[in-house]
T-cell receptor, first 112, second 110 residues
């Protein structure tokens, strides 16, 4: 199916564990993004990528790692999860310029 | 410091009336603006956009107004419907990534 998909939808993990959130898009959009949504903060940019093998930090990158070996995939890894990383994570993509972003359905991550 | 502000965390409106959601920005380089709507357990979806060369853009029940001198934009929904109940995000761009506001939760009461 065409679109942008995130997996898993829900994840519970323990403090200190590594966890990877997956994002896959089928449009061959150049740009992909990871946001976290927290009450009172809205959507905050974690990392973004302008193309395969090109990534850059957003507003809140600490504790996260990304990679983009293929255009269609943009995984987000929490190297050592902390409770403050409990959040809803959204992946988005766009062809660039002033084209709006298309968002995935989100991953709700709980760190206990 | 937030570059895009939505100072009303929530808004309640009666069905059939007008909903007005406000957004302020601080970066004068922003020249393109978007509104997104988000339902619970779903990703945000694009609603309407406006370029800085315009001061109004209309799409059905949704109209966005831009006041560049005041660095202010607003989203009008007329008439409001219960299905419009959602969180609305304002986003702004100056040619790079879009910066999102914190959102306003709209509740349309039947």
């Amino acid at each position: 199916d065409a679109g942008i998909t995130q997996s898993p939808r829900y994840k519970i993990t323990e403090t200190g564990r590594q966890v990877t959130l997956m994002c896959h898009q089928t449009w061959s959009h150049s740009y992909m993004f990871w946001y976290r949504q927290d009450l009172g903060h809205g959507l905050r940019l974690i990392y973004y990528s302008a193309a395969a093998d090109i990534t850059d930090k957003g507003e809140v990158p600490d504790g996260y790692v990304v990679s983009r070996s293929k255009t269609e995939n943009f995984p987000l890894t929490l190297e050592s999860a902390t409770r403050s990383q409990t959040s809803v994570y959204f992946c988005a993509s766009t062809r660039g310029g002033n084209y709006g972003y298309t968002f995935g359905s989100g991953t709700r991550l709980t760190v206990v | 410091d937030q570059q895009v502000k939505q100072n009303s965390p929530s808004l309640s409106v009666q069905e059939g009336r007008i909903s007005i959601l406000n957004c302020d920005y601080t970066n004068s380089m922003f020249d393109y603006f978007l509104w997104y709507k988000k339902y619970p357990a779903e990703g945000p979806t694009f609603l309407i956009s406006i370029s800085s060369i315009k001061d109004k853009n209309e799409d059905g029940r949704f109209t966005v107004f831009l006041n560049k001198s005041a660095k202010h934009l607003s989203l009008h929904i007329v008439p409001s419907q219960p299905g419009d109940s959602a969180v609305y995000f304002c986003a702004a761009s100056g040619g790079q990534n879009f910066v999102f506001g914190p959102g306003t939760r709209l509740s349309v009461l039947p």
